[in-house]
């Protein structure tokens, strides 16, 4: 049972337009949410998060947004560099923030290539 | 600041044959974890560790073990290595307060047993 899907395997998007990356969850305890960026060769690396009390952050070209109803967040980088070309996960904890049980649960991620 | 690190980067094993994984983070995060990624599946918890002395089961503990026995170390063994425990191996780390629970990770170890 999986409790955090990205449905797409890839994307691929031209240079400086926008890529959208989604995320579905089934957990509804679910309360943090992170992306990470993954290169290959290279462990995955923190990009941006969103708690459930917000259903938006912004981070520079990167913006997660949030919809606890739908139990669906997505990923916006604008505009797309050829740079960004990596996996990108999606992770969900639920519980008490700073607690170590509260363990991430990963998606199976989604490559984005960015065109030049 | 290394960071996390892991060693070694690569290893082939024979099917039987048993080898430890090291990851050091210089931190000083309370929190450390052990993670597989296989094609499809994502990154999946087999062991973590809330402190030094502490160890606890994960996703997929079977035919693992861990140790901590310094708060800078995580050790990940594998007494005897199956064909089903290839993969990509990392090490991740979070400081106790940390903001969204965020973790840091190594740059992985890839393991292949034939």
Redo the contacts between chains.
């Keep these: 049972d999986q409790q955090v899907k990205q449905n797409s395997p890839s994307l691929s998007v031209q240079e400086g337009r926008i890529s959208i990356l989604n995320c579905d969850y089934t957990n509804s305890m679910f309360d943090y949410f992170l992306w990470y960026k993954k290169y290959p060769a290279e462990g995955p690396t923190f990009l941006i998060s969103i708690s459930s009390i917000k259903d938006k952050n912004e981070d520079g070209r990167f913006t997660v947004f949030l919809n606890k109803s739908a139990k669906h967040l997505s990923l916006h980088i604008v505009p797309s560099q050829p740079g960004d070309s990596a996996v990108y996960f999606c992770a969900a904890s639920a519980g008490r923030r700073g607690g170590a049980t509260n363990k991430l649960i990963f998606g199976t991620g989604t490559l984005l290539a960015v065109q030049p | 600041n290394a960071g996390?690190t892991q060693t070694p980067k690569f290893r082939v094993l024979k099917t039987g044959q048993s080898m430890t994984l090291l990851c050091a983070q210089d931190m000083n995060h309370?929190?450390m974890?052990w993670y597989r990624q296989d094609p499809?599946?994502?990154?999946?918890?087999i062991h973590?560790?809330?402190g030094e002395g502490t160890t606890?089961k994960?996703?997929v503990p079977d035919g693992y073990n861990v140790s901590r026995l310094k708060k800078q170390n995580f050790l990940l063994g594998l007494e005897s290595a199956a064909p089903s425990q290839t993969s990509v191996y990392?090490c991740?780390s979070?400081w106790?307060?940390?903001?969204?629970?965020?973790?840091?990770?190594?740059?992985?170890t890839r393991l292949t047993v034939l």
């Design positions: 996390v309370e929190y974890y499809g599946m994502g990154l999946r918890l973590y560790s809330v606890a994960g996703e990392f991740a979070r106790l307060a940390g903001e969204y629970n965020e973790q840091f990770f190594g740059p992985g």
